[in-house]
């Protein structure tokens, strides 16, 4: 027991002492590699910024950004081997089904996941789920018109509001609903309609695990600072109702179809062909032992494929939409196209003609530009590498790297005027002066964004779905500049992204 002041007070000291060091173990780390840095303050490093709610994490990105898409090259594409893994926060033991995801996983079982996975994300199985996509942007439309047309209609549940003919419409809200229901009818092989059914298990459980604000952000951090803490405290990202959802929904739809032989051109399939082991992880037949996949392993790449399609491509669509809503020439210019290519095709939406709309193309390009959904990814070196620079530098393994994707974006000297959305940025006359390695949405090298062309046929459905039939307009709720959100790490604003639908003229 303490009980003299002097003891109290000694002690106070050493504990101040022990927590100064902690705080502040790593903080002349570039300093001893010679490296240009900021100075890191106590406990935060450089992160105060956004821990404290001064900036958002965009803006903290652009900030911190001193760079150089020579060196994102490096160490993405050409030295890859150095640099294979994420530096992930999710454990495999903390939170199983992030921790094994792909996003997640390192090294050789990396590369088998990939293999495995590969196959399911080609041009013609992209064909094959096409039609499942398509079924889900008819059911946005026609909820939309039905809403418009019949004032009775109840809406609760959706963030939709009436003012005479205008739905003012929460777009977070709406388009949330549409890309849960293609992840659940294209990952999981389910079929949900979460805006007539809006409090649907499924989508209320995507809504719960996808936000990473409040207590999850901290969490978030608290991962990345110690993990071994943060296992010690039993903080985890996914709740075990939430990690047996999913474990039994995707055991149980894998088991049904088994039984009933059932087909469904879906990543269901193919994760079932990856578990009987009919997908080769290098294609070479019997030369490298096919991994052993178990359920988890499955059920991971289910989960993370649900937690970049749920917020990821739902942010891509508020973005685009918000700028269309305030550049009416470029939605007319977009509605035009979209016309006449429907049109020239008797009314029915083809794959070839989602993906033969040029300046479909460049809008959502120049909105992925604008407002890259994922500001930043990184790069772990997993073996010694010296940067040839002035003065050199040697990063250890374990030692992690930042690609500022917004940073590279909103660079002036690589995109002339850059707050300015400007869809011209990618016609098929300027598109390639585009240098490499500055425009990365979908991160870069052969660990990029495996679902980047699904993501980009998923917005393109939805937005000719709604284009084809609606305007967008701006109402006096839309969010007039837009002002990225300081509350944790997702790429949104505070209040929502308020937009007026109305029916088009015909
Ligand atoms: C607007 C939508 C999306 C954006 C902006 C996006 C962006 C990214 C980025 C930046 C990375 C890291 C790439 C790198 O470090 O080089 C990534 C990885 C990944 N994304 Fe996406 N993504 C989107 C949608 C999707 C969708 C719909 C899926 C699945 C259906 C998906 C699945 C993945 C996976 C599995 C990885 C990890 C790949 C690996 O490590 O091998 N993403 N994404």
């Known amino acids: 027991m303490l009980d003299s ?9 050493i504990v101040t002492l022990i927590a100064y060091v902690i705080g502040t173990w790593t903080h002349n780390h570039f300093y001893k ?107 946005l439309g026609d909820f939309l018109k ?8 109840p809406v609760e549940g959706c963030k939709i509001e009436r003012e005479g003919d205008v739905l003012v419409v929460e777009m977070k809200d709406l388009f949330t609903r549409y890309t849960n229901d293609v992840i659940a009818t294209s990952a999981f092989g389910i079929g949900c309609d979460s805006l007539k059914k809006p409090k649907n298990e499924f989508y209320e459980m995507g ?18 600072l110690s993990p071994k803490l943060m296992k010690l405290l039993n903080l985890k990202l996914m709740s075990n109702y939430a990690v047996n959802f999913f474990r039994s929904l995707v055991h149980d739809t894998m088991a049904t179809r088994e039984a009933k032989d059932i087909f469904r051109p879906d990543m269901i ?28 392993d499955l059920t991971a790449q289910a989960v993370n494929f649900f937690f970049a399609g749920f917020d990821a491509v739902s942010t891509l669509l508020c973005f685009a939409s918000h700028l269309l809503a305030t550049h009416p020439d470029v ?20 794959y070839e003609a989602v993906h033969g709309m040029k300046y479909l193309d460049m809008v959502v390009s120049e909105t992925l530009r604008l407002y890259p959904p994922a500001v930043a990814t990184d790069r772990k070196c997993i073996k010694t590498y010296t940067i040839k ?41 300027n598109k390639d002066s585009i240098k490499q390695c500055t425009y990365l949405p979908f991160g870069s090298g052969p660990r990029n964004c495996i679902g980047n062309r699904f993501t980009l046929m998923e917005a393109k459905i939805a937005l000719v779905h709604l284009l084809t039939r609606f305007n967008l307009k701006v109402v006096s709720k ?29």
């Open 389 to 429: 620079c002035d003065p050199s530098c040697t990063l250890k393994p374990g030692q992690g790297i930042w690609i500022p994707v917004y940073g590279l974006h909103h660079d002036p000297k690589y995109f002339p005027n850059p707050e300015k959305f400007d869809p011209e940025r990618f016609s098929d006359e």
């Open 33 to 139: 590699m010679n490296v240009y840095h900021l100075k890191p303050i106590p406990f935060f490093g450089n992160m105060a910024p956004v821990v404290l709610r001064r900036l958002s994490f965009a803006d903290f990105i652009n900030d911190l950004y001193k760079r150089d898409p020579e060196l994102i090259k490096l160490v993405t594409i050409k030295d890859f081997e150095f640099f294979l893994d994420h530096r992930n926060p999710f454990s495999e033991e903390i939170d199983p089904l992030l921790g094994k995801g792909l996003f997640n996983l390192k090294g050789q079982k990396w590369k088998d996941m990939r293999s495995t996975l590969s196959p399911a994300f080609t041009s013609s199985k992209m064909k094959t789920m096409f039609t499942l996509i398509t079924e889900c942007g008819e059911q």
């Open 5 to 13: 002041l002097s003891e109290w007070i000694l002690a106070a000291g």
């Open 478 to 506: 839309t969010p007039i500049p837009i002002q990225i959100t300081r509350r944790g790490f997702n790429m949104t604003v505070d209040g929502g992204f308020w937009l007026g639908i109305e029916q088009r003229a015909t």
């Open 207 to 224: 809504r719960d695990v996808t936000n990473f604000g409040g207590l999850r952000s901290l969490i978030f951090f608290g991962l990345m």
């Open 269 to 296: 399939h193919l994760l079932m062909q990856a578990k009987k082991e009919t997908v080769h992880p290098n294609g070479i037949e019997g030369k490298t032992p096919k991994p052993k996949w178990d359920a988890d």
């Open 146 to 153: 039905t809403c418009i047309k019949d004032k009775n209609m």
């Open 331 to 350: 939605q007319s210019r977009l509605q035009k196209e979209i016309d006449e290519t429907l049109e020239k095709d008797g009314g029915k939406l083809t």
